[in-house]
């Protein structure tokens, strides 16, 4: 069975730090781009970012270009975001799903809230 | 970027009757090797998105097959025959021909008259 854990998300302050994990299992998480999409409360879809299988090739939505980093670590079936220089409108569940060559999305995890706020 | 509009924006339906959810593209959504990339999702109250359609017309397995998709180019349908009551929810469109971004649609929020 296919599954994606979601991790680390939580309050933090403008300005500041926060890394996501995300835990695959069920599936050859190395033959999959992975991505990030997130949810603003009461809000629709945005995706935010995605890396090829082999981390070669990473591309942002431009709102968070310079900001966020997508990783991943295949030896540990682990997708990562390290978000840097959060804004208020960096408040979302964060969701991760599996990406090509999935057609997009067949799988999603069940998310995690960052809240960013003084 | 591609802007991804659906209408109507709320849809209340009478249980057993059909709904039907438009999503139009702001360019065609057909890609260099003929696959036009628009898949459409479902956001149960509480829950994480679900895929119910990838490439227009392909239910995803465990989907019903009262929810339908259709459309060409860049005008798309989402169409459920009988709504029942674990329908409601929001529903997503979104492609993935011109990318990046992905880019999704508003979403429609379906609900129960």
């Known amino acids: 069975e296919v599954q994606l854990v979601e991790s680390g998300g939580g309050l933090v302050q403008p300005g500041g730090s926060l890394r996501l994990s995300c835990a695959a299992s069920g599936f050859t998480f190395n033959s999959y781009w992975m991505s990030w999409v997130r949810q603003a409360p009461g809000k629709g879809l945005e995706w935010v970012a995605n890396i090829k299988q082999d981390g070669s090739e990473k591309h942002y939505v431009d709102s968070v270009k310079g900001r966020f980093t997508i990783s991943r670590d295949n030896a540990k079936n682990s997708l990562y975001l390290q978000m840097n220089s959060l804004r208020a409108e960096d408040t979302a569940v964060y969701y991760c799903a599996r990406d090509w060559p999935a057609d997009r999305f067949d799988y999603w995890g069940q998310g995690t809230l960052v809240t960013v706020s003084s | 970027d591609v802007v991804m509009t659906q209408s109507p924006l709320s849809l209340p339906v009478t249980l057993g009757q059909p709904a039907s959810i438009s999503c139009r593209s702001s360019?065609?959504?057909?890609?260099?090797?003929?696959?036009?990339?628009l898949n459409w999702f479902q956001q149960r109250p509480g829950q994480s998105p679900r895929r119910l359609i990838y490439k227009v017309s392909n239910r995803d397995s465990g989907v019903p097959d009262r929810f339908s998709g259709s459309g060409s180019g860049s005008d798309f349908t989402l169409k459920i025959s009988r709504v029942e009551a674990e329908d409601v929810g929001v529903y997503y469109c979104m492609q993935a021909t011109h990318w990046p971004p992905y880019t999704f649609g508003q979403g429609t929020k379906l609900e129960i008259k």
């Open positions: 360019q065609r959504l057909v890609f260099s090797d003929g696959i036009t990339y």
